[in-house]
């Protein structure tokens, strides 16, 4: 330990020992049980991904962003000069939040987005409404990969399923919330649009994130994601398991 060193000996130690602490990637604690079950939900995740679909199919992973504050500064934000960096007050007024409800196309890219100021079955329902009204009537089966959040499954969301057979439920396994590729543009909007947290009102905000929705749904493309993901997850899976899993229908 030494009490001031140079940016440049980081630097150089840094690459001399092959050390990049600024990425991080997530990884699947060993204490996760990976049983049968575990396995097939994983091979199911992975088909849905990687198979061809049939032109009547569409495969959608849905989740919320949650408390998404607008946050104004009580002294305004200062643009960036050159040798100057943007200057946020760190102290900001409290004005409310709000919860993104969002669902990625696998094939097209394409994001649906539903913002409400709760977060209960009462206006997941109301996104549900809305994909259900957006995706074409041809659409014979949607596929949906959420997790197994009781605001996903209760008594009115099983209700809703019912009268809408074609929208199927899959949960990919505990702790692995990184098979879910929403998550994957929970990122790039959170980099590109939320990285500065300063919005005069939820009004704004939500004009804003609705603007990066239909932005992002202009040059919109699919994540390329591989078996080989999988293939590492199931690799610590006993090697008995080879059955394919049946799909993963909703009550």
Same mark, same amino acid.
């Given at each position: 330990?030494?009490?001031?060193?140079?940016?440049?000996?980081?630097?150089?130690?840094?690459?001399?020992?092959?050390?990049?602490?600024?990425?991080?990637?997530?990884?699947?604690?060993?204490?996760?049980?990976?049983?049968?079950?575990?396995?097939?939900?994983?091979?199911?995740?992975?088909?849905?991904?990687?198979?061809?679909?049939?032109?009547?199919?569409?495969?959608?992973?849905?989740?919320?962003?949650?408390?998404?504050?607008?946050?104004?500064?009580?002294?305004?934000?200062?643009?960036?000069?050159?040798?100057?960096?943007?200057?946020?007050?760190?102290?900001?007024?409290?004005?409310?939040?709000?919860?993104?409800?969002?669902?990625?196309?696998?094939?097209?890219? =394409? !994001?649906?987005?539903?913002?409400?100021?709760? $977060? /209960? @079955?009462?206006?997941? *329902?109301?996104?549900? &409404?809305?994909?259900?009204?957006?995706?074409?009537?041809?659409?014979?089966?949607?596929?949906?990969?959420?997790?197994?959040?009781?605001?996903?499954?209760?008594?009115?969301?099983?209700?809703?399923?019912?009268?809408?057979?074609?929208?199927?439920?899959?949960?990919?396994?505990?702790?692995?919330?990184?098979?879910? =590729? !929403?998550?994957?543009?929970?990122?790039?909007? $959170? /980099? @590109?649009?939320?990285? *500065?947290?300063?919005? &005069?009102?939820?009004?704004?905000?939500?004009?804003?994130?609705?603007?990066?929705?239909?932005?992002?749904?202009?040059?919109?493309?699919?994540?390329?994601?591989?078996?080989?993901?999988?293939?590492?997850?199931?690799?610590?899976?006993?090697?008995?398991?080879?059955?394919?899993?049946?799909?993963?229908?909703?009550?």
């Amino acid at each position: 330990m030494v009490e001031t060193i140079s940016r440049e000996t980081v630097r150089l130690r840094l690459k001399r020992n092959r050390l990049k602490p600024w990425r991080y990637k997530m990884w699947l604690s060993a204490k996760v049980v990976r049983d049968a079950a575990f396995a097939a939900r994983v091979r199911n995740i992975c088909d849905l991904y990687t198979r061809p679909l049939a032109d009547d199919e569409r495969v959608l992973c849905l989740d919320e962003n949650t408390n998404l504050q607008p946050r104004p500064r009580l002294s305004p934000t200062l643009a960036a000069l050159p040798d100057c960096p943007v200057r946020v007050e760190h102290e900001y007024r409290r004005a409310g939040a709000l919860n993104l409800f969002a669902a990625f196309d696998t094939r097209s890219g =394409q !994001v649906y987005g539903y913002l409400a100021e709760r $977060k /209960r @079955q009462t206006e997941f *329902i109301a996104f549900l &409404e809305q994909l259900d009204a957006q995706m074409p009537q041809s659409i014979r089966i949607v596929h949906v990969i959420l997790d197994n959040l009781r605001m996903h499954t209760g008594k009115q969301v099983q209700e809703w399923l019912r009268q809408h057979p074609r929208f199927v439920w899959h949960h990919p396994p505990v702790h692995c919330s990184w098979m879910n =590729q !929403v998550e994957q543009w929970f990122s790039i909007l $959170k /980099r @590109q649009r939320l990285r *500065i947290i300063d919005f &005069e009102s939820k009004t704004y905000l939500r004009d804003r994130i609705l603007t990066f929705i239909a932005q992002c749904n202009e040059r919109a493309h699919p994540f390329r994601w591989t078996k080989g993901s999988f293939d590492k997850i199931l690799a610590k899976c006993p090697q008995e398991q080879a059955e394919p899993p049946a799909l993963e229908m909703a009550a």
